[in-house]
């Protein structure tokens, strides 16, 4: 018979709560539809079938479609006295005559829940089992190295998103084309009717467990009842979700996934359904872009990752530069010999013209008990001044990796891509739970591979590195310089507040924060300084060759944003007092608002520009200009 059934703990068992859904309360994954988003697409991704493209929809009923009571009642019912229990862990019970709003989530081009369904213990070493490990493990997955998971913990996304903790799965599987449906709740220990109970199955049982129903009748009526698009013969599986979190609504999760999937839906292999009962937004390959740009405060953040993600794509094998293999010996560093002095000459000119870059570094993987393995990764990166932040994308296999600690690369814009099996496992296997994060020392990784923490270091730092290494050289001629903000004497307590500012930003135990690289200290033709309530610009050194014109931006520093961008007339104007410009051997072209033009006439050239708040933070940009060149940023 096909209804609601309750584990009895054994008497003796130590008691277990369920706290795995915690792991995914993390400041990256700020709402229950981003972690349902991230979780689950990994999870579609990794099921897909034979390298086909996988479609997720995504369905919200909201209260517009909410079911009543009677519609649910033959999915629901046998369930509410566990639901009411005390002690059981819920906290915003519905009313049993509440209407049921539901999500629905379901993936096409994928196998299902595949496996043999009746098993009641894990499958041994090296067998596959994705029924079992959905519906009955947590805190084990049976995934390889070319799945995204690693927890077995990714799943409780979807009964941590409702209000009942329950979840349903519909599933037509690839392996024998049969149609199963299953429910679960998970609750905390608690007792009904003096029985000691945990989690609830919905299904059939045999002697034994908690069977899936393959009830013609019944799964037709599901899907009826749920707005399901799956036939009967549509491989894959779908998700119900009922009494859905009233946080998750339809902007959470079309940000979600446009934020965390962009990468594999530019790539051609992911495509999203986003519906509600007014609206239903499609996003592939086509329509990406135009859907980022709906969002305003998306839309200028990631259009130009976008943009470079799509040169990515596109990169001819010609353009992509290899560095040297590291000795597999030792561990992983960066230096000059793991570029060739042909592909430093490359890079630097390409990076000079603020062309786009394309570099493929190999490693090799060394699994304790296992053979070493070749792998590589891929970095893409262009100047942009603008990028203030400086922080790296990092993507593994499609997902993105939001909360990497990496050293920030101020005015250059990069994605760090691992697609090739062994590194991407190997990574794979260091990420924390919700998969925001590298970690040393997580128990799936630690003491795995030889030199295995110098890898995320590696990896972490690619983009650093390669910076540093261009720019220190002597023969590159950087026409374009920003120079890194200085700080003028501050009010202690303003120092207090910064240094406790940075201390949080880096994270406990990580020590003093790293300074930004871009651009790192090396022989230039223009040299800003610091003076006495402002800053002066000279020439870089005795065999520098000072431009014709020079073009310089001041702002002051901000935490967040742009700071030339958010530039106001009320903090300074050059034009007024007490703002003083001196000149010697060049000429003031023009001077307004924040922005001073000189013709320089002797390579001995000075300009000082004083008068300046100095308890505030210069952020100052000089940039090198030919004759007939405009003067515009």
Not at 214 to 236: A, H, I, M, N, V
Not at 424 to 432: F, P
Request: charged content about 30%; proline content about 6%.
């Amino acid at each position: 018979m096909t209804k609601w059934y309750f584990n009895k703990v054994p008497a003796g068992s130590k008691i277990r709560e369920p706290v795995n859904s915690e792991f995914f309360a993390t400041d990256a994954i700020s709402n229950p539809g981003v972690a349902l988003v991230r979780e689950g697409i990994q999870n579609s991704l990794d099921a897909a079938d034979d390298g086909k493209n996988v479609l997720v929809r995504i369905y919200l009923s909201g209260n517009g479609r909410a079911l009543a009571h009677d519609k649910v009642a033959p999915f629901i019912d046998g369930i509410w006295e566990h639901l009411l229990a005390n002690g059981n862990g819920l906290r915003d019970v519905p009313q049993q005559e509440e209407n049921c709003s539901f999500i629905v989530f379901e993936d096409f081009g994928t196998t299902g829940l595949t496996g043999d369904h009746s098993q009641p213990y894990p499958p041994k070493y090296g067998e596959r089992n994705p029924f079992f490990y959905f519906f009955r493990a947590e805190g084990r997955s049976g995934k390889g190295e070319h799945d995204r998971g690693r927890w077995g913990i990714g799943k409780q996304v979807f009964p941590r998103a409702s209000r009942i903790s329950t979840v349903f799965g519909l599933t037509v599987r690839a392996d024998d084309g049969r149609r199963m449906l299953m429910g679960q709740t998970v609750l905390k220990s608690h007792w009904v009717n003096d029985v000691f109970c945990q989690d609830g199955w919905f299904g059939d049982k045999n002697s034994e467990i908690v069977m899936p129903t393959e009830s013609r009748e019944l799964l037709d009526t599901f899907c009826k009842t749920f707005d399901l698009q799956r036939g009967p013969k549509d491989q894959g599986l779908s998700l119900v979700v009922p009494w859905y979190d009233s946080e998750i609504d339809e902007k959470w999760i079309l940000k979600a996934v446009l934020r965390d999937y962009f990468y594999p839906i530019l790539m051609g292999k992911l495509d999203v359904i986003v519906e509600t009962s007014l609206i239903k937004t499609s996003l592939d390959s086509k329509n990406l872009r135009a859907e980022i740009m709906r969002f305003e405060d998306i839309g200028k953040e990631m259009s130009p990752i976008l943009d470079l993600a799509q040169w990515a794509q596109d990169v001819s094998a010609d353009q992509i530069v290899t560095l040297s293999r590291p000795a597999a010996d030792r561990t992983l560093r960066w230096g000059a010999d793991l570029f060739s002095s042909d592909a430093t000459k490359s890079l630097q000119a390409a990076f000079t013209k603020g062309e786009k870059l394309a570099l493929h570094i190999p490693v090799t993987v060394r699994p304790k008990n296992d053979p070493s393995r070749e792998s590589f990764f891929r970095v893409y990166m262009v100047r942009d001044d603008d990028n203030e932040e400086g922080h790296p994308v990092f993507i593994r296999e499609g997902i993105i990796i939001s909360d990497v600690r990496s050293p920030r690369t101020r005015g250059v814009r990069s994605l760090v891509v691992i697609e090739d099996a062994p590194l991407a496992t190997m990574l794979g296997d260091s990420e924390n739970p919700a998969h925001t994060q590298w970690q040393k020392d997580g128990s799936n990784f630690k003491g795995k591979y030889i030199y295995g923490p110098s890898f995320i270091e590696f990896v972490t730092r690619s983009v650093h590195e390669t910076i540093r290494h261009l720019t220190e050289s002597d023969k590159v001629e950087d026409r374009t310089l920003l120079v890194d903000i200085f700080s003028l004497p501050a009010l202690p307590e303003e120092d207090a507040i910064k240094s406790k500012d940075q201390h949080e930003a880096s994270g406990p135990g990580s020590g003093p924060p790293e300074g930004p690289p871009i651009l790192p200290p090396r022989p230039r033709n223009i040299r800003v300084s610091k003076i006495t309530g402002g800053f002066s610009v000279t020439r870089g050194g005795p065999d520098s060759h000072p431009p014709v014109y020079l073009d310089v931006v001041v702002a002051y520093d901000i935490r967040r944003g742009n700071a030339f961008r958010k530039y106001n007339k009320a903090d300074f104007d050059v034009e007024q007092l007490p703002i003083i410009i001196k000149v010697s051997g060049a000429d003031l072209v023009s001077k307004t608002g924040n922005r001073i033009m000189v013709a320089i006439r002797d390579r001995d050239f000075n300009l000082s520009v004083t008068g300046f708040d100095e308890r505030r933070d210069l952020r100052i940009k000089a940039i090198a200009r030919s004759v007939g060149e405009s003067d515009g940023d």
